[in-house]
């Protein structure tokens, strides 16, 4: 449990912590100890996005935005390439460097009432945490920049209507859906997980002949492990995979 204050805002100490927690999963991945990671928050909002008022108590503003924002941004990454699937739940208001984190997860679940604006523009910011670049990539250029320039509000709803989230789901059963996709995840095939995580990764610089090469040396290389076993033998003879 990360603690933070009002909104759960971005500040030093904040990043800081996220960036130690992504260290955890991304070894924790690699040795087998971690099956999933969750990334949730408590309160009214899921993150308001940036402390604007450590910011401004900073004595060199723009070397603590900087710092704050390089160490979210190496969590960002780290999260990316951890082989172990990463879920974000997003409740109440997201807004700013939080939508960034939330979509950093490979699994994105938010509430439809959810509320999600960038809202940089309106402090005279420009966005972080990698916005541009996955409101760009899931939402093209036009909608990407309708959402930064004019801090447009959107839900959930909206959100997942658009192909930005995986999924929109009413509030009141978000905390049972979420847990149903982690349960899935933690005990599903870790190393296919990570293998069609580092596909759909590196899907955006390959040419299809390229991906289909990869794509061929993946599954081929997956097929004689232990979860390739139980997983065909299960299915061949009709009952539930048991992972190890």
């Known amino acids: 449990m990360i603690r933070s204050g009002a909104?759960?805002?971005l500040d030093m100490a904040m990043a800081e912590a996220l960036g130690e927690a992504a260290d955890r999963v991304e070894r924790g991945a690699a040795d087998g100890s971690v099956r999933?990671?969750?990334l949730a928050a408590e309160g009214k909002a899921f993150c308001v996005g940036g402390d604007l008022q450590e910011f401004a108590a900073a004595e060199q503003r723009d070397v603590q935005v900087a710092a704050v924002a390089d160490e979210l941004h190496r969590t960002i990454l780290v999260l990316r390439r951890a082989a172990a699937p990463v879920v974000s739940v997003v409740h109440g208001t997201v807004a700013g460097g939080g939508i960034g984190m939330a979509l950093a997860a490979d699994v994105v679940l938010i509430a439809?009432?959810?509320k999600v604006r960038l809202a940089y523009t309106?402090?005279?910011?420009?966005?972080?945490?990698g916005s541009t670049w996955v409101l760009t990539d899931r939402l093209g250029p036009a909608r990407a920049l309708d959402l930064a320039l004019t801090n447009r509000l959107i839900t959930g709803r909206?959100?997942?209507g658009w192909g930005l989230v995986s999924r929109a789901v009413p509030s009141e059963a978000l905390a049972t859906v979420a847990d149903e996709i982690v349960e899935a995840l933690r005990t599903g095939p870790a190393a296919a997980f990570a293998q069609t995580k580092r596909l759909v990764e590196s899907a955006r610089t390959r040419s299809l002949a390229e991906q289909l090469d990869e794509e061929s040396r993946s599954i081929a290389g997956l097929i004689t492990g232990p979860d390739a076993r139980e997983g065909v033998d299960?299915?061949?003879a009709?009952?539930?995979a048991v992972f190890g």
């Open 7 to 9: 909104g759960n805002a």
């Open 234 to 236: 299960a299915f061949l």
């Open 36 to 38: 999933v990671a969750v």
């Open 238 to 240: 009709k009952r539930p």
């Open 158 to 160: 909206d959100a997942a």
């Open 122 to 129: 309106a402090a005279g910011l420009s966005p972080d945490c």
């Open 112 to 114: 439809e009432e959810a």
